[in-house]
Nanobody, 128 residues
Framework: QLHVVESGGGLVQPGGSLRLSCTSS????????IGWFRQAPGKEREGISC????????NYADSVKGRFTVSRDSAKNTVYLQMNSLKPEDTAVYYC?????????????????????WGQGTQVTVSS
């Protein structure tokens, strides 16, 4: 049983945009740290972002900083990953994950060990 579900992947041209969504029917995402990860073919899983309402923290990996933005709609229990200026190197399966949030004022981390609940993944392909 999946605790979180991500969606919104697809095929886009370089420079294009996609918005991924992460939702859960099992728990309220505002109570967890939400991490975004990706895994490209032949490469290890890469953490790209984290977001925690309770700690008030957002963090981005250098590879996506300035291009990707995390936001949330608490009423919809949804966290979004807006991906702009997409590059072929962004091609990967993208995962949403949830874990115990850090304390208030502490920065969230986007390492896999921080997260217990994982979505099924959604494919993002950036190609001309």
């Amino acid at each position: 049983q999946l605790h979180v579900v991500e969606s919104g992947g697809g095929l886009v041209q370089p420079g294009g945009s996609l918005r991924l969504s992460c939702t859960s029917s099992q728990f309220t995402l505002d109570y967890y740290v939400i991490g975004w990860f990706r895994q490209a073919p032949g490469k290890e899983r890469e953490g790209i972002s984290c977001f925690s309402v309770s700690s008030g923290s957002t963090n981005y990996a250098d590879s996506v900083k300035g291009r990707f933005t995390v936001s949330r709609d608490s009423a919809k229990n949804t966290v979004y990953l807006q991906m702009n200026s997409l590059k072929p190197e962004d091609t990967a399966v993208y995962y949403c994950a949830a874990g115990s949030p850090p304390a208030w004022g502490r920065q969230c981390r986007y390492t896999s060990q921080e997260y217990s609940y994982w979505g099924q993944g959604t494919q993002v392909t950036v190609s001309s």
